[in-house]
């Protein structure tokens, strides 16, 4: 009952003006804001609401009555008098003008009862009008390079992926999923070189922490790559990319938590003694890398996002997706151990949330689900080395090389203890 309530609320044209005269005063309680710094503005906290209102009354009279006049009408005199102040004083800029135009379809559209947009318009106007110092500084400081980057970035996200086939072309190969992933690696390529070149290397940790959340593979494969333009700064990127592993390390733990509480401490004690092997010797890195402070090093980026790094880490992944499958079949579930190292190769989560499930269903034991997610793990974590001795700097490769041969002689004495 208060649900269609609601709902019939939401079509009165009386909770229509009271939401666009809502809208309006946030716009117009930031303008008001700028005034106090001894600007003459065209419009503040009084007049933008009003000018939300006129929209709503306008867009009504075309809902209810069919009337288009009114609407282009109101909305050819509110440009005029924006003209008009605009021509009055050039030197404050167009920005208040532009914003009173953007308030008034915002009442436009609440009157055809388009509240998301509306409401995302309103906050998105008011984002730019409130950072507009901060946008500005950003802008002086881009250079072309940096626009060609951010180009390239959503040429491959918002271009290329609407277009490519959602669909298995080969067993283990879907175009779309792949792309994902090269975006995902993108993504974390490209925030890591602006937070370098404009906050400093120390960003770099919060970065890795961040993209570990989501996939240590995509951070290694862009740290990886980024040592190549920054070499001097491999021994910190290798920090931190084992930072994204350890992240890895804790989100391995929580998935098989969840699913199935008992397996904690099968999985803990399996997993934590490699981690933090690993965690000792990048902090021995860093204690090093430290005493170096990268922070005192110029930052010299150039041509810092490539497109065919992009696609021939795609390639790569492709290609293991195709084989893992293929290998999959020919050893059959059955092998467990091989299922999940083969699956770890291309993804470590899915291989965790289906051991955990079959270790709660009883299907398999909690010790051979550890030592399962442990397989991934491991191979994952063998494939994100190979990949950075192949396309790291000179110390990136060195660096991941001895971590390679770590993981791999840890696997082999996991498996010769737990198997014999």
Known sequence: MEIDTLAKLKTTPEFKLLFSLFLGFIIGLERELRAKFG?????????????????????LAFVLKGSESLLALSFLALSLLATLSYWKDKSIGITTEVAALITFLIGVFVAFGEYYLSTLLTIITTFLLVLR????????????????????????????????????????????????????????DFLAYFLLKYKGAQSLIITALVGGLASSTAVTVAYSDISRKLPQYSAFLFFASILAWEVMFLRLLFYSTVVFKGLFWHT???LFPYFFVLFLFALAVYAKTKREDPRQRSVSLKNPYSLS????????????????????ESFGDAGIYVLSFLSGLV?????TLLLARLAKEGSITQDVAALGIFLAASSNNLFKSAYAVLFGAGAMRTLFGIVFLITLAYLLLTLFFLLS
Not at 39 to 59: E, Q
Not at 137 to 165: G, N
Not at 347 to 351: E, F, G, K, N, P
């Open 39 to 59: 600007h003459d503005l065209f419009a503040g906290v009084r007049t933008f609401p009003l000018i939300s209102v006129l929209g709503t009354v306008s867009g």
């Open 133 to 188: 110092k901060r946008l500005e500084s950003l802008a002086k400081r881009l250079e072309e390079e940096d626009i060609i980057a951010i180009l390239k970035f959503f040429t491959l996200s918002a271009v290329i992926l609407p277009i490519v086939p959602d669909r298995e072309l080969l067993p283990g190969f879907n175009p779309a999923e792949v792309w994902k992933f090269v975006i995902l690696v993108s993504t974390v």
């Open 268 to 270: 803990f004690k399996t």
């Open 309 to 328: 790094q992009a696609l021939t880490f795609g390639l790569i992944y492709s290609a293991i997706s195709v084989a893992s499958r293929y290998l999959q």
């Open 347 to 351: 993804d470590v989560d899915a291989i």
